[in-house]
């Protein structure tokens, strides 16, 4: 698939499934076309909050729907998307996002006693948004969306551009950074329909973590086929 640009494959899908749903997660539901709309309106924030081209910013949370808003609002920025591993701990986190130059990072609840304790030692992160909300200071996700127009920003985006960053356990060593373009991506969901036949009568359950390329692809797959994808907690 060497013209494989993913979030324009996302949004045809948005187009042809419209209010069919796309993701279930606990007692929400979310249509192709609220995840179009809600990822066009993270996009816009990011530009706003003056990301770049290839810039990076980092989730580390639980399994959530709201991963997919920021992945594909990430790549209609033409930024690329970290996936911190959740089971690191603070100095490996911090390697993490220096090593990725992580402007933001989005956190969920349950780790953010961590990444309050690393802050200091991370100065190219400019900003922390609350995925759950409940921080003094930092910006509640939902809150930092919704303030932003639900506008496709329809950038100049190319097949080499990065799509993630994934990093590895670092069992032997500092944990590496693997850059997937939309290239790598396309030539892999092509493989994977060799295993996965999925189509848009399906209804995919993802329960492998989402800081794990097994995971952000079964979610890919299924939404790429149209299907209804429910996303487990860890």
């Known amino acids: ?35 179009s709309s809600l990822s066009n309106q993270v996009a816009q924030q990011l530009l706003a909050a003056d990301i770049k081209p290839h810039s990076r910013v980092a989730f580390m949370g639980a399994n959530s729907d709201l991963y997919f808003q920021l992945l594909f609002g990430a790549q209609k920025a033409r930024a690329v998307l970290v996936g911190v591993n959740s089971r690191l701990a603070g100095p490996e986190v911090a390697y993490v996002l220096n090593d990725a130059q992580a402007e933001m990072v989005f956190v969920g609840k349950d780790f953010v006693p961590l990444i309050e304790s690393i802050l200091a ?10 995925m759950d909300g409940g921080h003094d200071s930092w910006e509640d996700f939902a809150a930092w969306r ?24 670092g069992t032997t060593g500092h944990p590496k950074g693997v850059q ?33 390329i097994a995971g952000v692809n079964v979610g890919l797959i299924g939404l790429l086929e149209g299907a209804k994808v429910t996303v487990l907690p860890e």
């Not at 494989?4 to 996302?10: G, P, T, V, Y």
């Not at 997937?180 to 995919?204: C, K, P, Y």
């Open 1 to 35: 698939m060497t013209d494989f640009i993913l979030i324009d494959e996302i949004e045809a899908q948005a187009t042809k499934q419209g209010d069919k749903p796309a993701l279930v997660f606990k007692d929400r539901t979310t249509s192709f076309a609220q995840l």
């Open 121 to 130: 030692d991370c100065p190219q992160v400019r900003q922390v948004i609350a």
């Open 146 to 169: 919704d303030a932003g127009s639900d506008i496709h920003p329809a950038l100049d985006y190319q097949t080499d551009d990065d799509f993630i960053q994934l990093y590895t356990s």
């Open 180 to 212: 997937l373009t939309n290239t790598n991506m396309g030539s892999a969901l092509e493989q994977a329909n060799d295993w996965a036949d999925w189509n848009a009568d399906d209804h995919v359950l993802l329960c492998m973590p989402l800081f794990h």
